[in-house]
């Protein structure tokens, strides 16, 4: 079992900075990759980011060369997860989930609100 818990949510203007941070807890030694979904209001829930173990990123095209995904190691295991998002626009208002892969079951943590407001 693997728990998450974001944080780095809230309000900004448009061209605005956030950084989200998603904390790993429980088997994290068994996590291969780890990610960012977000939802918007009447929309389905979309990849923003992805980074794998050997680091390698992949990024929505909507975010790409606005938003960064990077990972912190501990002994070797992945335990913390963040997303850089610079430039922001309305359109990224979102409620924003962070991911765990870890044999073979993705695991969610519970979101956190993205607001980008005029």
């Known amino acids: 079992q693997v728990q998450l818990l974001e944080s780095g949510g809230g309000l900004v203007q448009p061209g605005g900075s956030l950084r989200l941070s998603c904390a790993a807890s429980g088997n994290i030694f068994t996590i291969n990759a780890m990610g960012w979904y977000r939802q918007a209001p009447g929309k389905e829930r979309e990849l923003v980011a992805a980074i794998t173990g050997g680091g390698t990123t992949n990024y929505a095209n909507s975010v790409k060369g606005r938003f960064t995904i990077s990972t912190f190691s501990r002994d070797g295991a992945k335990n913390t997860v963040y997303l850089q998002m610079n430039s922001l626009k309305p359109e990224d208002t979102a409620v924003y989930y962070c991911?765990?892969?870890?044999?073979?079951?993705?695991?969610w943590g519970q979101g956190t609100q993205v607001t980008v407001y005029s």
């Open positions: 991911t765990a892969d870890a044999l073979g079951r993705r695991y």
